[in-house]
């Protein structure tokens, strides 16, 4: 095992994604889990038997169904923690997978007539609602080169971003990091080398339609993740940021849009693929292991490359 056997992952948003995913190649490599997670009773029949492969790896795992987000629920969930360790556990590995942000846009669309499809149905002497059945048709099945022409996403025209959007989002999916760690420090409950990961995406720097109030998020993380890399460091604590590639996550399928990005993603990465949570796993539990610990405050792109592809071949 890689890890000594006393010390413990804590993962917000351990049911699925990135967060479950990273659970798995952790427990694989011998950390104990505390999974924080928030869920309806409904879908826990879906998710339970993937705790329970977890445990049958052999580390202990614990599972809090809470809203990671309240400060009740967060002392709760650390008093827990602490009783799960015992005297002697600590937290090598904070992960914060939280995917709780709105996505409005920030203003009405303006009207756009469509000019390719209708063109191309004329100069083949279609008619175009055929075409446009055809085309979206063939998208659907898996046909990325037809992004361009397929019908564009839908999104929500009565409301539009405010402040309490924004506040609510970069908290959530942001700042709460912070607090999670600040928190968890002034317990003194981390190792002596432990490592805290954010996540972001290619939104940080890229305007996506839907994404404002979560793209400020990702920014205020890094940022935050940035300080902490600094002013933690003294205390053995190392902060970094993953920053993957486009993925196939229930977050992304919650974004209007979000096939067509994950068509554009594979026509642009080098390996013509998406990026997987497994991939994303890997490099997490490469970074926690001794090897990486001068590893700190830094911005990670784990993406086959598909940050550097400037276009499409």
């Known amino acids: 095992m890689d890890f000594p056997g006393d010390q413990w992952a804590v993962i917000l948003g351990g049911s699925s994604g990135f967060g ?4 798995r190649k952790l427990a694989r490599h011998g950390l104990h889990l505390f999974l924080v997670h928030r ?23 614990v599972t809090l169904n809470a809203d990671a ?5 967060r002392a709760q969930a650390l008093a827990r923690l602490a009783e799960e360790m015992g005297a002697g556990g600590r937290v090598r590995l904070l992960l914060h997978s939280i ?12 009207p756009r007539a469509a000019v390719a499809l209708p063109a191309l ?24 080169e037809l992004a361009a022409l397929a019908s564009p996403p839908e999104y929500p025209q009565r409301a539009f971003l405010d402040d309490e959007d924004f506040a609510r989002t970069i908290y959530s999916m942001g700042t709460s990091l912070l607090t999670w760690t600040q928190d968890l420090h002034a317990r003194g409950l981390f190792a ?9 995406s290619e939104g940080n720097t890229v305007a996506w339609k839907g994404y404002a109030a979560v793209a400020a998020a990702k920014v205020a993380l890094e940022s935050v993740s940035r300080a902490m890399a600094i002013e933690l460091a003294p205390h053995g604590i190392r902060s970094n940021v993953i920053q993957a590639g486009v993925t196939d996550t229930p977050a992304l399928r919650a974004i209007p849009g979000g096939e067509h990005l994950k068509a554009q993603a594979r026509l642009r990465n080098p390996f013509r693929r998406l990026t997987t949570p497994e991939d994303v796993a890997n490099v997490i539990y490469l970074l926690s292991l001794d090897e990486a610990g001068w590893i700190n405050g830094e911005v990670i792109r784990v993406d086959g490359g598909e940050h550097v592809s400037g276009a499409v071949s």
Do not use: H, W, Y
């Not at 479950?20 to 659970?23: E, F, G, I, S």
């Not at 002497?125 to 048709?137: F, T």
């Open 20 to 23: 479950l995913a990273t659970a």
């Open 39 to 61: 869920d309806r009773r409904g879908a826990m029949a879906r998710i339970e038997p993937a705790f329970a492969e977890l445990r049958a790896l052999g580390p202990r795992v």
């Open 69 to 73: 987000l309240d400060a009740t629920a």
């Open 99 to 110: 995917a709780f942000g709105n996505l409005k846009l920030v203003a009405p669309e303006a």
């Open 121 to 144: 149905a004329s100069a083949l002497g279609i008619d175009p609602q055929r075409l446009s059945g055809a085309v979206d048709a063939l998208f659907a099945d898996g046909c990325d």
């Open 192 to 200: 002596a080398d432990a490592r805290v990961f954010g996540l972001t």
